[in-house]
């Protein structure tokens, strides 16, 4: 059974940095694209972040140059890094695994939430 468990957020200052981790059991998670998304109040989630098995990274562009995104394959985790952080990245995050054609192939768990006073 795939469990993946988010943690990290918090209630932070415009500007601030947050860490957030996932850790992923139940799967091969040093084979698996992770993702991380999030869903703020009244929108849907969206894909902030990627990493593919090879270490390459992708970002959606409302995040890029403030968000990193790493993994360890021996802890079974990942990891988002998120500095300079804005109002607008107030939302709860989750992580998940992608499939082939980039789409999650779990179901959620229960996220960790991140907001951003101005």
């Known amino acids: 059974q795939v469990q993946l468990v988010e943690s990290g957020g918090g209630l932070v200052q415009a500007g601030g940095s947050l860490r957030l981790s996932c850790v992923a059991s139940g799967i091969i998670f040093s084979v698996n694209t992770m993702d991380w998304y999030r869903q703020a109040p009244g929108n849907q989630r969206e894909l902030v972040a990627r990493?593919?098995?090879?270490?390459?990274?992708t970002y959606a562009d409302s995040v890029k140059g403030r968000f990193t995104i790493s993994r360890d394959n021996v802890k079974n985790t990942v990891y988002l890094q998120m500095n300079s952080l804005k109002p607008e990245d107030t939302a709860v995050y989750y992580c998940?695994?992608?499939?082939?054609?980039?789409?999650?192939?779990?179901?959620w768990g229960q996220g960790t939430q991140v907001t951003v006073s101005s």
């Open positions: 990493i593919l098995t090879t270490g390459r990274t």
């Open positions: 998940n695994a992608a499939s082939i054609i980039g789409t999650p192939v779990n179901g």
